[in-house]
């Protein structure tokens, strides 16, 4: 079945390091998207891409890398930069436009700083 | 540029009682709107969407909307509650005529079912 594989599900990171938050799709979506969800702020877009090596900064980009190497992929990185990374994390693809169909979204992955 | 609002962060219904989220929007061109429902650590399942064809939008699992350009709404409705129906609702709207943009998500909603 098609869909978008988040993985991991629950990730750990100490003060001071980077970590990857890993997103495939194999629906054949152009764009994809991310997301950072925070209770009582709802979704707020951090970084989304429409084709292969191009990306936009959404709204919170501050502390936050994207790639897009390939079409099924955007890995999200959290940067030591960003303050405050305890969040869910939501990836999400479409077609292009996203108007007619809406998103796909992952599953999510909980990112915890200890 | 667009917004949607969605009016209370907390409903509670007891089992079996209408349903009633609210959501009114703001776009100086056409909307595409969207309901979605989120799960506690799940992401987000897409309920219904409006998209010019039709005012009256039914999704799954019994709900419904109804688009009100004259009020700028598209509030999400049920007639009778079931406990599986407690989750967090999310508004959404977009624009046909700003091809690429993202989603813009309302702050959500979270629904509690009693019985």
């Known amino acids: 079945d098609g869909g978008i594989t988040q993985s991991p599900k629950y990730l750990f990171r100490k003060e001071g390091q980077n970590v990857t938050l890993s997103c495939e799709q194999n629906?054949?979506?152009?764009?994809m998207y991310w997301y950072r969800q925070d209770p009582g702020q709802g979704l707020r877009l951090i970084y989304y891409s429409q084709i292969v090596n191009d990306f936009q900064k959404g709204d919170i980009a501050e502390g936050y890398s994207v790639s897009r190497e390939k079409k099924e992929s955007f890995p999200l990185t959290v940067t030591s930069a960003q303050k405050n990374p305890t969040a869910f994390y939501l990836c999400?693809?479409?077609?292009?436009?996203?108007?007619?169909?809406?998103?796909?979204f992952g599953s999510g992955t909980r990112l915890t700083v200890v | 540029a667009q917004s949607v609002t969605q009016l209370g962060s907390h409903v509670s219904v007891s089992e079996g009682a209408l349903v009633l989220l609210r959501c009114n929007y703001s776009?100086?061109?056409?909307?595409?709107l969207f309901w979605y429902v989120q799960y506690p650590n799940q992401g987000l399942q897409l309920l219904l969407k409006y998209t010019s064809a039709a005012t009256l939008v039914k999704g799954i699992n019994g709900f419904e909307a109804e688009f009100k350009k004259s009020e700028t709404s598209f509030h999400l409705t049920k007639p009778s509650a079931h406990m599986s129906d407690a989750a967090e609702y999310f508004c959404a709207v977009t624009s046909i005529y700003q091809a690429g943009t993202a989603l813009i998500f309302g702050k959500g909603t979270t629904l509690s079912v009693s019985s």
């Open positions: 776009s100086s061109v056409p909307p595409y």
């Open positions: 629906l054949n979506h152009d764009a």
């Open positions: 999400a693809s479409s077609i292009i436009p996203p108007s007619f169909y809406g998103y796909t």
